[in-house]
């Protein structure tokens, strides 16, 4: 059984901070590395993948991924309110995708 | 082009009764997915779709069946319904079967068994 865990929050950061999302999985096997944003009562929408070791940007975001650690992670630069929502972690693997129950981030203007 | 889509947004159901939702994809995926999202949960995949033809279930395929229609449609079926099945439930799709591809969720079906 896969596993991916991440700690359920809240994290809760002043505007314009750096928010950081940790996520750990338990499948060496596992291939692709994903973040998803849920905002309350809507779905998930894909924010980044990763495929590789080391830092992948996008715009505010950058992914981080060290397939030795087991260890995937989320940075939030120069947070906005609208970044409040939950954040899940995904990892895929044996053609299926196994989501982590999400961090809860709060941003607070 | 409106990705993914549900039906319906809500449902109320009594314990015993049945009821199919149904998820269609206009982007042409091969992959189609099922899955159920309860708090403090996450997401659980309940049965998927690599390609039109065949299903596999997935981590609580249990009091569900499915059916892919054609390409386009995925249909979950719950044949007497448990207040325990009562979550909202996520339809996705991706390109590529059984590849490491983007999943694109529809809006969800949010089912309540009394």
């Known amino acids: 059984q896969k596993e991916v865990e991440q700690n359920s929050g809240p994290l809760s950061v002043p505007e314009g901070a750096i928010a950081s999302l940790n996520c750990t999985y338990s499948d060496r096997g596992s291939q692709s590395f994903f973040w998803y944003r849920q905002y309350s009562g809507k779905s998930p929408e894909l924010i980044m993948s990763i495929y590789s070791n080391g830092d992948k940007e996008d715009g505010r975001f950058t992914a981080q991924l060290n397939k030795a650690s087991q260890y995937v992670s989320l940075l939030i630069r120069d947070s906005q309110p609208s970044d409040s929502a939950t954040y899940l972690c995904a990892v895929w693997g044996y053609s299926t995708l196994t989501f982590g129950k999400g961090t809860m981030l709060l941003v607070s203007p | ?114």
Not at chain 2, 29 to 50: C, K
Not at chain 2, 51 to 60: A, L, R
Not at chain 2, 95 to 100: K, L, R, Y
Request: hydrophobic share 30%; glycine share 8%.
């Open chain 2, 1 to 114: 082009n409106a990705g993914v889509t549900q039906t319906p947004k809500f449902q109320v159901l009594k314990t015993g009764q049945s009821m199919t939702l149904q998820c269609a994809q206009d982007m042409n995926h091969n992959s189609m997915y099922w899955y159920r999202q309860d708090p403090g949960m996450g997401l659980r995949l309940i049965y998927y779709s690599a390609s039109e033809g065949t299903t596999d279930k997935g981590e609580v395929p249990n009091g569900y069946n499915v059916s892919r229609l054609n390409k386009r449609e995925f249909s979950l079926r719950l044949e007497s319904a448990a207040p325990s099945q009562t979550s909202v439930y996520f339809c996705a799709s991706s390109e590529a079967a059984g590849e490491s591809e983007t999943q694109y969720f529809g809006p969800g079906t949010r089912l309540l068994v009394l």
